[in-house]
């Protein structure tokens, strides 16, 4: 999920997986997000929604990818139990995909 804000300034957490358009309104200053026939204004750029949905798919892909590699390390191990791999944390970060800081 990515968390978008309302133009009312409510927090919205969205499925990127749903999103089908992304929309800028120059008569109104703002950005609608689609799904299917709906559409909700949010105050973020469509640069932003766009980044939060690929930074969302990074991570996912990521997260894919340390879980693989943590079963066949597992399953090469004697001890089926062993801890995954360091990466799980980086789940906990997910929801509103906040900017890191460098």
């Known amino acids: 999920m990515i968390k978008l804000t309302l133009t009312n300034g409510s927090k919205w957490y969205v499925n990127p ?3 089908i358009a992304v929309n800028y309104h120059e008569e109104y200053k703002n950005t609608s997000v689609w799904f299917g026939g709906d559409g909700y204004c949010v105050t973020e750029s469509p640069e932003e ?3 939060k949905v690929l930074e969302y798919r990074l991570a996912m892909a990521r997260h894919m990818a340390a879980s693989q590699a943590a079963y066949f ?4 191990t004697e001890n089926p139990y062993t801890p995954p791999l360091e990466n799980w944390n980086e789940l906990e970060k ?3 995909l906040e900017a890191k800081s460098q």
Do not use: E, F, M
């Open 17 to 19: 997986d749903q999103i």
């Open 49 to 51: 929604v766009v980044r």
């Open 73 to 76: 390390h597992r399953a090469k």
């Open 94 to 96: 997910l929801p509103g």
